[in-house]
């Protein structure tokens, strides 16, 4: 990996060398069965309909319309524009699986709009790098379908467990932003009074932007919630659901579809072929018996549990500051989840904790990818260490959520377990 190596090469390479040394060329089908049955999997196909969802909306004019009526509603409040801003990270969040969509997106509208009018260069860009990372962690998560399926969990149970921490981290950096601007009230000055010379009327009409987004988000989430539908046959709704919105917003041409496909299938072919590499890398690790090693090896270490679980955690944060979030999940998926099953927590649990650690990944120093999303689109005048400083305070605040978390666990556990009392039902 320090050398350069795609993922899918440094894993596959790995467990063909060892395949070859333990068991010689004839284990090589190995590779083959596992290919098949990876990439057949059926929760996977979620995969590519989640990612032509968020692929679809960005490109849809949704995101104007969001815009105006947070300016209208928001904007003469100290911080409003930054408060809004990160609401509507969280409303994409709800509708898209990956992080891009929601910092690209609010990155070309709103930053303009923030530095226009006096806002902080600080504020401006963390509120943005900070409210795209949502993407990972509110439902549908592509990164939490990669957990699901290295760990063995439920991709329904693991959507519904991020719900509440993910409203939870968007309201934990909204009042920040709230606080912050009320107690220095030149880092987001309200908008000038010209400006917001709006009607009653004007902002009710406004609020139509809410609805499309709202349904889609109910449509997704709230059947796999009741058992309707399973979380694939979920994507595909959201994905047609997305392409009739694009239809709606007179978006639609053979340039935006044949975009949104192409994207959608280099994304979908790099996380195959990660997995592909992830799953060979874990049939042998676990044949050799590094499994059982590492868990014996940390038992007898005699340490309390919850000082593992906090360890592990540190190795997520540093990890995240140097590796793409899918190569960590990768590498550390097979490693741990043993050990937190031995050690006697939920995994769901643990895997949200995971995925609020891939999270602040994106926007670590000094490989966090939003950071680098957040480059491409600020002015020649905000600098990277400017970019870097901004998000300080947002991974502080994204610890707190995961010591909140470790507490009390409900906040993860209580929404997926009464899905599972009413699917049962």
Known sequence: MVLGLPLVFCFGGISILFIL??????ALYMIATTGYSTWTEYILIAVPLFVLMGAL????????????????????????????????????????????????TMGMI???AMLKRGYDKLIAVGSISAGGTLGILIPPSVIMIIYASLAGESVGALFMGGVFPGVLIAGLFIA????????????????????????WRERLISLRAIVLPVILIVLVLGLIYVGVTTPTEAAGLGAFGALVIVFIYRRFSLQTLNSSLMTTLRITCMVMWILL???????????????????????????????????????LLVLGMFMDPGGIMVICTPVF?????????????????????????????????????????????????????????????????????????????????????????
């Not at 890398?281 to 270490?301: C, K, N, P, Q, W």
Request: with cysteine; glycine share 12%; charged share 10%.
């Open 277 to 315: 590499g992830a799953k060979c890398f874990s049939h042998v690790y676990t044949a050799l018996g590094a499994a059982d090693f590492v868990r014996e090896a940390i038992a007898g270490l005699g340490l309390n549990r919850w000082i593992i679980v906090i360890g592990m955690q540190l190795v």
């Open 21 to 26: 040394l333990e068991w010689g060329p004839r």
């Open 337 to 425: 989840v043993p050990i937190i099953l031995d050690l006697g927590f939920n995994p769901i649990w643990f895997g949200i904790l995971f995925t609020i650690n891939m999270e602040m990944g994106y926007v670590t120093p000094p490989f966090g990818f939003n950071l680098f999303y957040m480059k491409s689109l600020v002015p020649p005048g905000i600098t990277m260490g400017d970019i870097y400083r901004s998000i300080v305070p947002f991974v502080i605040l994204e610890a707190v959520a995961i010591g909140l978390m470790m507490l009390f666990p409900e906040i993860v556990l209580w929404l997926p377990g009464q899905m599972i009392q009413v699917a049962g039902g």
């Open 57 to 104: 909306l960005e490109r849809s004019g949704m995101a104007d319309d969001l815009y105006g009526a947070m300016y209208k509603w928001m904007g003469p409040l100290r911080g409003g524009l930054a408060m809004g801003t990160v609401a509507i990270c969280a409303v994409f969040a709800a509708m898209a699986g990956v992080s891009a969509v929601g910092t690209l």
């Open 110 to 112: 709103a930053l303009p």
């Open 176 to 199: 920040y932003i709230g606080v912050r601007s009320y107690l220095q009230p030149g880092l987001g000055p309200p908008v000038p009074l010209e400006e917001r010379m709006y009607t």
